[in-house]
């Protein structure tokens, strides 16, 4: 069965949604720490710390998991290795959404936006990790 390449348009609004989610959940634990804490810089760090954490494990958890984050898996597209067809694992979650989006962003978003031109319509972090995002 031949696969059909996630849109670029159809990436942006599994990425609005998870940010959406993740917002969520970052707000509930800033209000938590906010009663712990109160407003001091040590709240402030705690946030930061927390927001960092949860990031990072929600994206490594659902795309290591099952190819898929929540945003994914509403706008029915999966994160999949090349050749395989088959989900890249927590290490592969890893090298793809922490240091493969870091790269495509600190270069002024350069590495998300290739994929409109690219023939696989691959990112940078999807080159790096060695997948592609797929209609499901």
């Not at 709240?43 to 954490?53: H, K, T």
């Not at 597209?77 to 890893?94: D, H, R, W």
């Amino acid at each position: 069965m031949a696969l059909t390449y996630a849109s670029f348009w159809r990436r942006l609004g599994a990425i609005l949604l998870d940010g959406l989610i993740i917002s969520i959940i970052n707000g509930l634990f800033g209000a938590i720490v906010g009663v712990i804490f109160g407003q001091t810089d040590t709240a402030s760090w705690i946030n930061q710390l927390l927001s960092m954490i949860v990031g990072i494990s929600y994206y490594v958890y659902f795309i290591g998991n099952r190819g898929q984050t929540p945003g994914k898996m509403v706008l029915k597209i999966k994160v999949v290795k090349i050749g395989t067809e088959e989900t890249v694992g927590y290490g592969g979650a890893f090298m793809r959404e922490v240091v493969g989006k870091f790269l495509s962003g600190i270069s002024l978003g350069l590495g998300y936006l290739w994929s409109i031109w690219d023939h696989d319509k691959q990112t940078w972090h999807d080159k790096i990790a060695k997948t592609v995002v797929v209609k499901v």
